[in-house]
């Protein structure tokens, strides 16, 4: 077990490392696994994307879907570069632009993506908000989501991975416009009350989970809601990381909401192990790994400042 242990702390030091320095180059790593039946599954259904595409190619709906599909599959590249030759027949289309700025987020290529998820805030303002299918639909087969919501969710999520509070902020509260359902309001009330705690608005935050009550129907978010039943202590913090067991997106939520739980309570020395916990696992595209990746890398660069790293030696790191 202190093996392991020890491995998976190296690893992640390396990973973090790279992180920092810009030596990762996402748009070359693998896709998180999934089972061959899964990824059997959405193959089909990305040809069927590329043969409605095929048979009538000026339509916005067939780019759309081709580009999701290829993202489902982790072919990330290949689906901006569907977004973007949409953009070029539908310069008008807020969804090119909402697709794209959140596959932008995937490799963290965040000024882009901001870029791009306010230049579709631009274009749906003033206008009425509309269903977003869902590409992998859950239990209950019924949309969550919406196009303004998805845009403003992802533009507050891409402000505060790169720490730029404020704007994060403002975006949440325009998402939580348009939060109408259960679970879009618990997604967007987590974010929205981690971002005030990172600000140190704890009045503000608290103010926040009131419409936060137990019973709520939640269809697909419930990791999310779960956070927030536990910051306004309804559910013990041992629930949730025991639903956290496994290496999923899913867990990762869970596991970047009780970690930064800890951070912003003064625990740090708690938070660390379990970011490092969630980098090491394989989910790299979820947002709790991708949020965690930051809030490392934030750490890694506050101390380079204290004690900077000399570039002669980057290709040795024991040394440095």
Known sequence: MRIRTFIITILCGILLFATAHGQIDYTKRSPPPVSAEAKLEMEKKLLQAQVEYEMNPIR????????????YL????ESIDTYTEGIKQFPRDARFYRHRGHRRITLRQFKLAIADLKKAAQLVKGKPDEIEPDGQPNARNIPTSTLQ?????????AYYLTRQNQKALDAYRECLKVS??????????HWLYMTLRRMNRDGDAAKALEPITEGMDVIENTSYYHLLLMY???LPVERLLDEAKGDSA????VLYGVGNWHDYNGRRELALPIFRKIVSGTQWTSFGYIAAEADLKDSLDRIDKIHPVNPANLENPVQT
Not at 74 to 77: L, S
Not at 149 to 157: Q, R, S, T, V
Not at 180 to 189: A, E, F, G, K, M
């Open 180 to 189: 109408s359902s259960p679970d879009r309001l618990v997604s967007t009330t």
């Open 232 to 234: 306004k202590g309804i």
């Open 74 to 77: 982790g072919r990330f590249t």
């Open 250 to 253: 899913a867990s990762h939520s």
């Open 149 to 157: 919501f998805n845009i403003w969710y992802h533009l507050g999520l």
């Open 60 to 71: 916005a709906d067939g780019i759309i879907w081709v580009g999701r599909r290829l993202a």
